[in-house]
């Protein structure tokens, strides 16, 4: 298992490369996890609160309200793994409701938000063993020796899975499934299809939150990769693809200019864009299709009253 620092050091080499491969191909695009540095996952707990904000306190919601099932359904003598941990929050709800769980696995590209999180959890559930794993989700996780015979409960919220496309959602929970093991579940938040009207808004709030987040990605690579953005001369985009049934985020580019970037040089015509991110809104019939595609069964599905988010639980198929 790699040390933080060759972890960090990995996610910096890999930040640089993803950054200059990505403006120098057209369409222009950034993966999203260079979203979440220290002050991009600060943004981000501002966004969750916000009032136009739906699907954190929705999925909060559903996560409190069906506990109770959700531990039935995970059985005790389990250890949850989370990708993607963040802050943990939510997590909080399904430790307290499995007394007996063997341990607490966080996964997450953010050592600062894995090192909070942690000492908030050991303090308190103070019998709860706390594994941090600093890394990619996306990439290959190395579980401790310890945890192989334990059966595991996967916990992958937020619809983390949206940012994904159709393909590398199903590659994931084909990965999710082996990590897992023949025994896993894998808990999964997703947000669901809706109106226009309601999904604007939550990407493009009233009092710019997530503009800001979404530019702190220029301020990231200012900042660790010697760039040159100017945040004034760029602008926070967000847009729905009806066809393609997903948010489109971008940064957009005001006027004509130049900025380098590790000392190359890129040109921006006027309306030029960035992509950072998608988030795509599915039915739960998607959901279904797409865990059967990866090999697992979609044993379970909670829904709030007006049908904004979904907490899906799925088993091994068989």
Not at 27 to 44: K, V
Not at 90 to 95: A, D, Q
Not at 180 to 186: I, N, R
């Amino acid at each position: 298992m790699q040390t933080i620092a060759q972890a960090q050091a990995t996610i910096q080499d890999d930040f640089a490369t993803e950054v200059l491969n990505g403006l120098s191909r057209r369409p222009r695009s950034i993966p999203c996890r260079f979203l979440y540095d220290a002050r991009g996952s600060e943004l981000f707990e501002q966004i969750t609160g916000l009032e136009e904000y739906y699907p954190t306190r929705t999925e909060i919601g559903l996560l409190e309200r069906h506990a109770d099932d959700i531990a039935e359904m995970a059985g005790e003598d389990v250890a949850i793994v989370e990708f993607g941990s963040g802050s943990s929050r939510k997590t909080e709800i399904l430790i307290a409701a499995l007394p007996e769980l063997d341990a607490y696995v966080a996964i997450d590209i953010s050592a600062a938000a894995l090192s909070e999180a942690a000492i908030r959890l050991r303090e308190r559930f103070p019998g709860l063993e706390v594994i941090t794993v600093t890394g990619d989700f996306n990439d290959a996780i190395d579980l401790p020796d310890k945890l192989i015979r334990t059966r595991k409960l996967g916990f992958f919220p937020g619809s983390t899975i949206g940012n994904l496309g159709k393909n590398e959602a199903i590659g994931f929970l084909k990965t999710a499934r082996e990590l897992l093991g023949a025994d896993g579940a894998l808990l999964i938040g997703v947000d669901l299809k809706k109106d226009e009207s309601i999904l604007v808004p939550a990407y493009d709030d009233s009092e710019g939150v997530t503009a800001a987040f979404n530019l702190n990605l220029l301020t990231r690579i200012n900042r660790e990769l010697g760039g040159t953005f100017d945040l004034a001369k760029f602008a926070h985009e967000a847009i729905y693809n009806a066809e393609a049934g997903r948010m489109e985020i971008y940064i957009t580019s005001r006027e004509d200019q130049e900025v380098t970037v590790l000392g190359q040089p890129f040109s921006f015509a006027r309306g030029e864009r960035i992509h950072t991110e998608n988030s795509h809104k599915y039915a739960l019939a998607d959901i279904a299709a797409m865990a059967e595609a990866a090999g697992w069964t979609h044993a379970r599905a909670w829904v709030d009253d007006n049908n904004l988010f979904s907490v899906n639980m799925l088993t091994q198929a068989g």
